[in-house]
């Protein structure tokens, strides 16, 4: 994937990876591989929107303990935040969304989404921080531990045909069937920010059962279990 100098800018100030972060938009102690070329000094700051994330290893062994290799090795789509940018500005009334997400936040995102890069060695990525599906404390991602950003919404997907309190069918779904377009809302973000930069009000609660738009959403299993999380937009009903 072609690396583009929106992502980032380049500075000879550096500043240590393991420094204490006073502010939203920070950096980190860079010797680097762009696009093939080494940067030996320097800081790569992320701009706009864009968050800079050390990505967590890949699982290299099975529950059950067998060792996993080369192309078998499970890649995670979850990382550290080390920076971020301060944010993007409405194209038309110039207002500055902050960002979301700060240094320190665990993410997951999307398995297609992010520009990686090597830093001293480590796998890292550049995503956006609509890329962001949910974030989490501490080192595991649990249901507890994890909340969703902006207009997202974070859903148990039922994977057999249930009834809800109304008498309404879930319908059922496996692995090699389309994905399901319904379940209960467990997690919902605090909305997404209006043009003139002020939070809109969330239609959706914790509780609710939810239709969204065939093939929306991005899945997250957790604790073993198939979760979706959906924007705002996506949602056709509640119920």
């Given at each position: 994937m072609k690396f583009t100098a929106a992502l980032v800018s380049l500075s000879v100030a550096s500043v240590s990876a393991f420094a204490p972060l006073s502010t939203t938009t920070t950096s980190t102690t860079l010797s680097a591989k762009i696009d093939g070329r080494t940067v030996e000094s320097g800081t790569v700051v992320p701009t706009n929107n864009f968050i800079l994330v050390k990505v967590a290893p890949a699982v290299e062994e099975t529950e059950g303990g067998i060792l996993l290799t080369g192309k078998a090795k499970v890649q995670k789509t979850e990382g550290s935040v080390v920076s971020t940018g301060p944010g993007k500005t409405h194209p038309d009334t110039g207002v500055l969304f902050e960002m979301p997400i700060s240094a320190g936040d665990n993410v997951v995102y999307g398995t297609y989404d992010g520009t990686e890069i090597d830093i001293d060695g480590e796998k890292h990525t550049l995503i956006r921080d609509d890329d962001v599906?949910?974030?989490?404390?501490?080192?595991?991602?649990?249901?507890?531990?994890?909340?969703?950003?902006?207009?997202?919404?974070?859903?148990?997907?039922?994977?057999?045909?249930?009834?809800?309190e109304g008498g309404i069918l879930l319908a059922a779904s496996s692995k090699t069937e389309s994905r399901p377009s319904t379940g209960k809302v467990v997690k919902v973000g605090p909305g997404r920010c209006a043009t003139n930069g002020e939070r809109m009000e969330m239609e959706i609660e914790e509780g609710d059962f939810i239709k969204f738009r065939d093939y929306a959403g991005n899945e997250v299993e957790i604790e073993g279990e198939d979760y979706t999380v959906v924007r705002a937009l996506d949602i056709l009903a509640k119920f």
């Open positions: 599906l949910v974030r989490f404390e501490g080192d595991e991602l649990t249901l507890d531990s994890c909340s969703t950003i902006q207009d997202a919404v974070l859903v148990y997907v039922e994977t057999k045909e249930v009834a809800t």
